[in-house]
């Protein structure tokens, strides 16, 4: 398996777009997780879900953000629009059941400019 | 509630010992050890569950003490390829398995020849 594939790598935009950030999960894994990471805040998990059902959005920052899984394969993180403050790196990660190891995606390097 | 990880950061010589800590103030379930590089992902350690069990990974080592809502990361005889930011990730415990993980605020080990 490739891993958890991310797409794109790197991304800048400007304010007032919309950019959506795109994940495969390795298959077979039940959950997927969608993480934030910035110098002041450090990694963030911003949404996560299981067999494709959000569980847990409570880290979802505003409005501006949401994501889908609308099926096992693949999930999208949309900010719309988009502020210089959601400049970060944006991680999916998945793993294959509850207290096992989770894989992490090469990451999606947002800068808004 | 993020977990908070002791040391801030520390360099050590190869060949070395260090500790770190990650500290919560809530009842944990378990606890996950995760080693990132600079500029890529989190790479998975270990992970604990509650009931104060230790594990090891090479020379890499931890445990975790449910009642004092605290795990220590063990790294003896330190190589170069240690280096990176070390993280933990708390998992509450609400009387079953959730799998939300909330990451700590790091730790950066720096190993030096």
């Known amino acids: 398996d490739a891993g958890v594939i991310q797409s794109p790598r790197h991304e800048v935009t400007e304010m007032g777009q919309e950019v959506t950030l795109r994940c495969k999960p390795i298959?077979?894994?039940?959950?997927l997780f969608w993480y934030r990471q910035t110098m002041m805040r450090g990694l963030e998990l911003l949404i996560y879900?299981?067999?494709?059902?959000?569980?847990?959005d409570s880290g979802m920052p505003e409005d501006r953000f949401s994501a889908k899984m609308p099926n096992a394969s693949f999930s999208t993180l949309k900010i719309q629009p988009s502020e210089p403050r959601d400049s970060a790196v944006y991680f999916c990660a998945s793993s294959r059941a509850s207290n096992t190891e989770a894989f992490f995606g090469q990451g999606t390097r947002l800068t808004v400019v | 509630q993020q977990p908070v990880q002791s040391p801030q950061a520390v360099i050590l010589r190869e060949g070395e010992d260090a500790v770190i800590n990650c500290s919560s103030s809530?009842?944990?379930?378990?606890v996950h050890w995760y080693r990132q590089k600079h500029g890529e992902a989190p790479v998975f350690l270990m992970i604990l569950l509650k009931g104060g069990e230790q594990k090891g990974h090479e020379k890499i080592s931890a445990s975790f003490n449910e009642k004092k809502q605290q795990s220590s990361l063990y790294l003896t005889a330190s190589q170069l390829s240690y280096s990176g930011t070390y993280f933990c990730?708390?998992?509450?415990?609400?009387?079953?398995?959730?799998?939300?993980?909330?990451f700590g605020t790091g730790t950066l080990l720096a190993v030096q020849p």
């Open positions: 990730g708390t998992e509450r415990n609400y009387g079953g398995a959730t799998n939300k993980l909330i």
């Open positions: 809530k009842a944990l379930y378990s």
């Open positions: 879900f299981n067999n494709n059902v959000p569980i847990d």
């Open positions: 298959s077979g894994h039940d959950y």
